[in-house]
């Protein structure tokens, strides 16, 4: 991952949470500042000043098409961070089928 340092710390958990399925993804990396929070799920943004890694360009579409089809299947996909430097939460919710 681009967004955290070697050694960084990612913690990934699923629940089911009522009629739903919750998957989230927590790191210490780099975090958002509040002005990005949304605008990392528009078609090609890429936030400014971000480290990258040499031979990995991304293209700024992953996020918004997880995020497409989280909603095509009635869920939806979101991201909280406390400000740059503080790492990010990336939460994806699905509803569960009646038969689940």
Known sequence: MRAVAPRGRI????IRSG???MLTVTDDG???DSADLERIFERFYRVPGRRSVEGESGHGIGLTIS???ARGHGGDLTA???GAGQGATFTMTIPLRDDA
């Open 30 to 32: 780099e975090g958002l």
């Open 19 to 21: 009629a739903s399925a």
């Open 67 to 69: 995020r497409a089809l």
């Open 80 to 82: 909280a961070s406390p």
């Open 11 to 14: 913690v990934v958990r699923s």
